[in-house]
């Protein structure tokens, strides 16, 4: 409802004269530019992250279990030759 309220209130004083249109599209033009830096640090930085943190989580959780996969392979053959 805001942005409604914004880009109606924009709109009517962009329409007062082409010096105004250019004041708001420079102002429009930035906002978006704000926009793309968040989306960018979002995804880019915040998501990756947490996708690499689950990666590492899952390579630990493998890396334990070959162990305990090794250990007992290695009993089992120790009393193999007892």
Not at 12 to 35: N, P, R, T, W
Not at 49 to 75: A, G, T
């Amino acid at each position: 409802m805001l942005a409604t309220l914004f880009f109606t209130g924009s709109m009517e004083y962009a329409l007062s004269g082409f010096d105004d249109f250019m004041k708001l599209f420079k102002m429009m033009g930035g906002i978006f530019i704000l926009a793309l830096g968040q989306f960018y640090f979002i995804e880019f930085v915040i998501f990756r992250e947490f996708i690499l943190w689950r990666r590492q989580k899952k390579l630990r959780l493998i890396k334990v279990l070959e162990n305990i996969y090794l250990e007992q392979v290695m009993i089992s053959k120790r009393s193999h030759f007892n």
